[in-house]
């Protein structure tokens, strides 16, 4: 059985350690950029590597990018094969954060043409709660066979988003929390507020009360309303940095959406030039 959204941890621990599975911890902590690494050296799923999301899962900021480029496709597949990571390999995400970092693994894999990946519903700390164990112990495996095949239609760059938003033509989702949205949250962003004519729906909506995704049912019914008739052709997600987007898009792959666009430079390129327009709600 292949999983290609989300995994449980009675589920994961039925095939962790098999053959044809790699398992990637992706903890990240935006105020420590060592807080993941320490995370997993104190102690991880058996048999997971460590994807750093600054230098493994992004590629370098430029002077225009947002906060997390995308990798380049090539040097992010020759990464995978480093990895063990073959064309028919059932790749998971874990982080602790209910999926805000793995998602953004999940969405790459996908990105590059591989179905099998999926996200450990409710995180490190559903798998915790199962009685799992953690161990300390890092592993490598023979380099595999992986190869990209680019959907470059899911991602939009920052002068499309603002070309065809200025004329009608998409719907903005912004999947970070409200307060930053708004332009309460003074702190977080080096400036605070939303792009005009953006929606937001917080990636936090996508879960239940104890960390986990909500049903397909109920994330149907999040959606409907910026995604009138299920047609996601004019929908962009978007975040602080194309990181929690991913989290959106993957809870619509699990309404059972088609695979709507990506602005990937998010918030964080948006704001690099101070002639784009910034709405706040203070």
């Known amino acids: ?26 903890r990240f902590s935006l105020k420590d950029p060592e807080g993941g690494l320490k995370a997993y050296q104190s102690g ?15 590629s370098a900021m430029t002077e225009t990018s947002g906060r997390h480029p995308i990798p380049e496709a090539q040097i992010l597949a020759e990464q995978l094969r480093a990895w063990g990571v073959n064309k028919d390999t059932q790749v998971i995400a874990y982080d602790d954060m209910f999926g805000a970092f793995g998602s953004r693994l999940w969405w790459l894999l ?15 700390k559903t798998w915790q ?33 603002e ?15 409200a307060d930053r949205f708004t332009g309460k949250d003074q702190q977080t962003d080096p400036v605070p507020g939303h792009v005009p004519g953006a929606q937001n729906l917080p990636f936090g909506g996508n879960l239940t009360s104890d960390g986990k ?25 978007m ?15 699990i309404a059972g959406y088609q695979p709507a ?20 709600d203070v």
């Not at 996908?110 to 490190?124: F, I, M, T």
């Not at 009685?131 to 190869?147: H, I, K, N, P, R």
């Open 1 to 26: 059985m292949a999983f290609n959204t989300i995994i449980s941890a009675q589920e994961l621990a039925q095939i962790v350690g098999n053959e044809d599975v790699r398992v990637f911890d992706c």
């Open 44 to 58: 991880h799923i058996a048999g997971a590597q460590r994807a750093d999301m600054d230098t493994q899962l992004s």
């Open 110 to 124: 996908r990105w590059l043409g591989h179905e099998n990946v999926a996200v450990l519903d409710g995180g490190l």
């Open 129 to 161: 709660e199962a009685g799992m164990d953690l161990v300390t112990d890092e592993v490598s495996y023979a380099a595999g066979d992986f190869q990209a095949a680019v959907n470059d239609v899911w991602v939009m760059d920052v002068d499309s988003v």
């Open 163 to 177: 070309a065809q938003l200025a004329a009608g033509e998409i719907t903005l989702v912004d999947a970070r929390p």
């Open 213 to 237: 995704f909500q049903s397909a049912e109920a994330l149907n019914q999040r959606f409907a309303g910026v995604i009138p008739q299920g047609d996601v052709a004019q929908l962009v997600n």
């Open 239 to 253: 975040c602080g940095s194309g990181v929690t987007a991913c989290h959106n898009l993957l809870a619509q792959k």
């Open 261 to 280: 666009r990506l602005f990937i430079g998010s918030w964080s390129q948006w704001i690099r030039d101070p002639k784009r327009a910034v709405v706040t």
